[in-house]
């Protein structure tokens, strides 16, 4: 995975003419709203940043999460911009755009590994993302707070150790602002910058009869 970052850094011109475009994002159809928890945001945005490391890649980029009703985009570009990956899963649909390729699947989580090599847990991710865990997540350890630390969650591979080093208020809610996922070798770092919940946008009738 890491040549295709090694390539995208000498792209300037794409990368200049990419920086706009990278920053639309499909939210426009949305409209940000305050929530007291996460729980109560069927559709989210996150930008901020992951950082990668295995036995055979490391890279540390910038992470863009949109999650909606029917699935999840996920996001990967460099600091001047430029789209380096883009897994996108709708409806049970994955499409994984990297080094000007598309790939289809209807496993998300298959595909970016069996391409990219990035063996991450895509399918839990969102949850995690806003401190949450799932009904089979053991948890090992709370905060002075009371909220969850450190947490265990199962996978046919191997068990992946999770934790939430520390807390922010976000849109009206407590989201984790660093999290740590790591199994045998891998290990994954997400800082997130800005979670925003969001509220699909009623559209206005036609008033022209």
Known sequence: ?????KSQYYAIASALLLLSACSTLPTQE??????????????W?????????????KFSTNLYWFHHTQGNELRLTTPLGTNVLTLKNDQGLATLNVDG?????N???????????ITIPYNDIPLWLTGRIGAHDKVISYNSAGQIKQFSSPDAQSDWKVSFINWQQQSGALVPRLLKIERNDVQIRIQTNLWQALDAKVKSPNVNQ
């Open 101 to 105: 390729k598309t790939y289809h699947d």
């Open 45 to 57: 945005e996150l930008q901020g940043k992951i950082a990668f490391k295995s036995s055979t890649d």
């Open 107 to 117: 496993n998300a989580q298959a595909l970016l590994e069996g391409v990219s090599g």
């Open 30 to 43: 949305y409209q940000p709203i305050n929530v007291a928890n996460t729980q109560e945001a069927s559709n």
């Open 1 to 5: 995975m890491q040549r295709f970052f």
